[in-house]
């Protein structure tokens, strides 16, 4: 029989938690609902210290969410009070708990963190939440209505009497937890089920901690102005208590201390917020101001709600966009996201009526009249403006600490959600959960609602293994229902805690000291930002760490300033705090004597706004930067001027610029130093911090990108850029299965690669290009293409920020391996949606459609999704059919088709590591050459003879091609949208307009057939003289590719349109000259080009060779095309080749004979079968590899030849061959087990010259 835990729904059909319900009168098996006896144990020893003992071992964090066999220790306690003299021997105890309480059915994992934070008028205030429902969320938020929410008009006796209570157990509870050491946030460290029991001393501290003398308690509500009667309310009385409860009925979760004997006992440390919490509501109610207090509660909550749902998307919907005759209840609202969802969220609360009389349980909730709900929705249907609008019916569900029934009701045609507000806090909370996913999490969640029949009523939970499973519920194993224990969103509860870091900080404000709420600013450093300033067009930045803390912020407010302006001074302050950070440890020493209580201020100014709104692109630096800064200072803060002439600095590889402004911030510091009656830092000491912590070199927190240098970057008219999204994904494979119908094979593994091959091509022919016709169908081609080329624009963007930024990342963040890690999932994410988002263009230019539904980005993700999947399974198809794996197939009992991708994860994790290694290396290496305009221009122009073979190809030059290409990017940019457009006709005209020599009619024609995708009617109808290959989205170096093409021609009627994406254009312009240089560009079989292109290979050898030789820098016997044959000093009968590299090492009496090979590295399945097959050739001719080796075998049976010919007796020498490559390839990890010498990059003779070669090993 399954078990039931406390927060399952109850067997009785009430839909209440079990807990909340049968719990308490549920006998049938649970031994922990019965009466707890009398027992000797606890009637033998003492009982203040035993129970002293239990709470102490509460708060261990090692018995985080041991909660009910610590309640039951507790009631057992209290059951046999005593006062005998004999105190439990600390090993007694021990194995008594061991042996009596090993374990608990009814303690679960724990969702709380092991302390939590309360902000009161004192700041803050550590607490242990133990397993209270909600941890202190409700607690907060009532303190919150009482004291801060205006108009509330809630009675003084219940204001004051909260005050007084408040303020005594928010005291006891931090006092403990700063006497043991706990910090706010800590998490619970339980790794088994036993209870932990500390080292005698540790525990008998923990002990003394929970126990206040009269004495010390007098002292503690004189000190604080507390009323005796507030301590009172909290105590167990002994004589008229009932301890025969159970652990939800037990009076230690309401009054959590006990007085015995001239002694303060906290009793239930774990209890102490929920204690607070209800006293206060019960409070209310005695003082009939439940309604004011609850509705304080409850619009603070709502109004908190609106800040949350606008940060995750959800836009409110005004008077005027709401359908007249519409009259929306009380706390709730129309919210539209997406292009085509609007979401009815509705606000369900508990208004606490009864509370007195019903502490436990709220017989209903305020909500909507479900009829009102359905005649809401049927008004917004019946509008024409989203009559074809999806729905969402989203119910946050605010309960005040006490239990709740709330019935779940589906309305037809309509998505429905219902969360407890406090769960929904924490999806906000994280940061990556917006509008839409949460649309895609309730589309899940309602599919597959009969299966969460029977568990736990959290979202929560049910969410986190939605994101484990990818964002689906499937599972390759056939289940019953889920395996989610109750508990198991504890990891999303800790991350939403952990990543705000929500706490009080001291700040003077207007000459007084006050307590304002921070939250983190950045995830990995110690800055904090202030959300209440940031409403109020304030920006303030906390640094802590220092004895004060320090607040940084601009000297105005930012309001009514422009967006650059805005985001100057966002900048700026980001890199003061930053540095701040950076300098923590070497400052803090100097101003630890200043006042601990009084935090610091480091304010600033432009000393001319114009000048930072608008930049100026004279980037020449002046000398004499520091004398430019002003710069003053009081007793609590430093001001700055920062003048104009820090902006050339800022363009730059190096952080010149902000070693001055630390500098200058330091010597502010040394004025406020000198007002506190301080001594000032050493100069010599500021020159030690700047060289310690601000070291010359990449480490810049804040640089100016002249877009002007890399068009790429500019960040013009784009839309926010979107990745594959895990939830499409899985919805395509949950489809392929049923669309295959009966081409699909039963389930099992399939053997043979016949059945493989034909099942690959199926899924592809038969289930995922049918699926994508019939979505593309359904909207207007045009329509989508231009949203689409936006995408394909922003993703552009997002590649080259990443590589752009990578030098700065590491030098001011992570390491390199780490940023190397981040780098290759940030890269695969956005390469692979690049490619499903350019194959989608591909697709519809080719086979455009007329449909009339709304394009909308769940639209696109779902379209992507698909295109995905095609890509996947061709490239699965190709690895089958090369057989470069022996890749494991089946259809799944569960409905999908599965291939085994380890072997192919084996190969390739390896490489993409090395990849993305060497492309952190060029663009730290390259860094400098982000800012051109501090450089001399160099290159060299298109070879003649390219020029004139692409003439005679394609009617126009390369040259004149790419003229062509500079010119389009510059007129989309002009434009207001994320692409270029222009009618055909009027195109050429346009854009002779920004080149000197003018394109004529002929001329144009060709270059638009070079560079243009045409509609075709259908994508397999293949233009003159092209493959299939060239509409295989797997597959790279396709001629009909939007890399090859990125210029589409719509036809609209008798005109034709032309689309094109500005850094498309760009980066198709990269494309083609890489292409060209790495002798890869694919043309036609009798391509006047192929030949022209010969030269390329050559140059990039030779220059392959010059570069090994430069860096293993050897003066002698560093030998370069060192040729073998009949001609040659080193004779063999036959031509059999030349060493590229050959060094004879006298010190380690090696001859290394180096194969250097400038090749590019493989894509796809097919160019890594190309590159194998180049290494090693076939059955008839030998491949790289084998030449090689035939003159290494050469060298073996030829030293005299090789002495006599350099004069070196190399007889006992050893010859070690190495392969030498441009960059990383693919066979050293594919085949790394069959070959015969090593491999190596450039990489890694350029990082450690000669000693790469003696490190080098298969």
Known sequence: MKKINRNDPCHCGSKIKYKKCCYLKDTSGKTAAKVLPLHPFFGRYNSFDLLNSIAALSIMPENHGKNVRFEELTLMALQNFNTNAETVPYEILNNYVSENFPDHSFEEIPVNLFTDSITFHNGNNVVFPGITENGTFVLSNLLTALFIWPDSNIADQVKENSFQVTKLLLNLSNTIAKKNGFLRYEQGTADDNAIFFPPTEKLQTIKDSLILSRGEMETVLSENDIDKRALDAFLIDLSSDNF??????????????????????????????????????????????????????????????????????????????????????????????????????????????????????????????????????????????????????????????????????????????NIPLFEFNVLSNLKDCDALDLWKFALTNYANRERFTFISFSVLDKFKLYRDRNESFHSDIPEFGFPVPVGFSQELYKQSILKIDNHAVRQNINGRKAFVIVEKAEVHT?????????????????????????????????????????????????????????????????????????????????????????????????EGLADKFKYTASLSEVSITIPTELLPYLYGSDNQGERVLVETLLKGFNLLLLNNGQTEIKSEEIAYIIEKDVPLGMKKKIFILDTSDNLLLDPSNLQPFRHIQKYDIGLVLDQIVPRLASDCPSPGELVTKEEKNKLTNNIIQKALLPLLREKLALYDSTILLQR????????????????????????????????????????????????????????????????????????????????????????????????????????????????????????????????????????????????????????????????????????????????????????????????????????????????????????????????????????????????????????????????????????????????????????????????????????????????????????????????????????????????????????????????????????????????????????????????????????????????????????????????????IDISSYSIKSIFVTQENMLTPHLKKDSLPLPFITIYDIEKDGLLALENAEI
């Open 244 to 417: 025969d409860h159970t652990q939800e009925e037990n009076p230690l979760i309401y009054k959590p201390l006990l007085s015995f004997q001239d002694q303060y006992l906290i009793i239930s440390p774990t209890t102490i917020s929920f204690a607070l919490a209800h006293y206060i509501w019960w409070l209310s109610d005695y003082f009939r101001n439940i309604c004011k207090v609850s509705g304080a509660y409850h619009d603070l909550l709502w109004n908190s709600l609106q800040q949350q749902l606008t940060r995750m998307h959800f836009d409110y919907m005004d008077d005027a966009e709401i359908p007249v005759g519409t009259i929306l209840p009380e706390k709730s609202g129309l919210y539209r996201f997406d292009d085509d969802k609007i979401a009815f969220i509705q606000y369900v609360f508990d208004d606490g009526t009864n509370y007195k009389q019903q502490p436990n349980f709220a017989n209903s909730l305020t909500s909507i009249n479900i009829s009102t709900k359905e005649k809401i929705i049927g008004e917004i249907l019946a509008d024409s403006r989203y009559s074809t609008y999806k729905i969402l019916d989203l119910v946050l569900i605010s309960p005040i600490g006490r239990g709740f029934a709330y019935s779940e009701r589906a309305i037809n045609h309509v998505v429905s959600l």
């Open 526 to 622: 110690p800055i904090y930002l202030s959300p209440a300033s940031l409403y109020t067009s304030l920006l303030q930045f906390y640094i802590e760490g220092y004895p004060q803390g320090i607040w940084v912020m601009p000297a105005s407010e930012l309001n009514g300033l422009s967006r650059e302006l805005r985001h100057m001074y966002w900048e700026f302050n980001g890199a003061f705090a930053y540095w701040l950070w950076q300098i923590c440890s070497s400052l803090s020493v100097h101003l630890k004597n200043l006042d601990a209580e009084s935090p610091l201020t480091v304010s600033y100014i432009f000393d001319n706004e114009a000048s930072f709104e608008t930049i100026d692109r004279n980037y020449e630096r002046q």
């Open 788 to 1207: 689409l080329l936006g995408l394909n624009e922003s993703l552009i963007r997002k590649r080259e920020f990443l590589r752009i930024h990578t030098p700065t990342i590491i030098a001011c963040y992570v390491s390199v391996e780490e940023h190397c890690e981040n780098l290759m999932l940030d890269l695969g994410r956005n390469n692979r949606s690049t490619i499903a988002v350019r194959s989608l263009i591909e697709h519809i230019a080719a086979e455009p459609y007329k449909g009339t539904n709304m394009v909308s980005v769940a639209a696109i993700d779902e379209l992507m999704g698909i295109m995905d999947q095609i890509v996947d399974w061709g490239s699965i198809g190709d690895q089958i059919h090369y057989e470069l794996f022996d890749i494991r197939m089946g259809v799944l009992e569960t409905g999908r088709i599965a291939s085994d991708k380890n072997r192919l994860k084996e190969v390739y994790d390896p490489y993409n590591q090395a990849k993305i290694s060497e492309n952190v290396q060029d663009a730290v290496e390259t860094f400098a050459d982000v800012f051109p305009q501090l450089k001399e221009e160099s290159g060299r122009g298109i070879p003649e003879n390219l020029n004139r073979a692409f003439l005679g190809d394609f009617g126009v030059s390369m040259e004149r091609i790419l003229v062509f290409m500079g010119a389009l990017a510059e007129i989309a940019f002009q434009l207001s949208t994320p692409y270029g457009s222009f009618k055909l006709t009027k195109l050429r005209s346009e854009v002779n307009k920004y080149i000197t020599d003018n394109f004529d009619p002929k001329e144009f024609d060709s270059v638009v057939s070079y560079l243009a995708l045409t509609k075709r009617g259908k994508l397999e109808k293949l233009p003159k003289g092209y493959d299939f290959i060239d509409i295989m989205p797997w597959r790279f170096n396709r001629m009909l590719s939007l890399l090859r093409k990125p210029l589409i021609i719509v036809e609209d009627g008798k005109e034709k349109i032309a689309y094109w994406g500005p850094r498309a254009i760009l980066d198709s312009r990269s494309y083609l000259m890489d292409q060209c240089t790495s002798d890869r560009l694919r043309v036609f079989e009798d391509s006047k080009i192929k030949s022209a292109l010969g030269k390329f290979a050559q140059e990039r050898g030779d220059a392959l060779v010059k570069r090994v030789v430069h860096a293993i820098d050897l003066k002698d016997h560093l030998y370069t095309d060192v040729y073998i044959g009949p001609k040659h000093d080193l004779k063999n009968e036959t031509l059999i080749g030349d060493i590229d590299v050959m060094i004879i090492d006298q010190s380690k009496k090696v001859l290394y004979s180096l194969e250097c090979k400038s090749m590019s590295p493989s894509r796809n399945i097919k160019e890594m079968i190309e590159e194998v097959d180049k290494l090693f050739g076939s059955d008839n001719t030998l491949g790289w590899i084998g030449k090689h080796m035939r003159r290494h075998e050469w060298l073996e049976n030829n030293k005299d030849i090789v002495s006599k010919k350099y004069g």
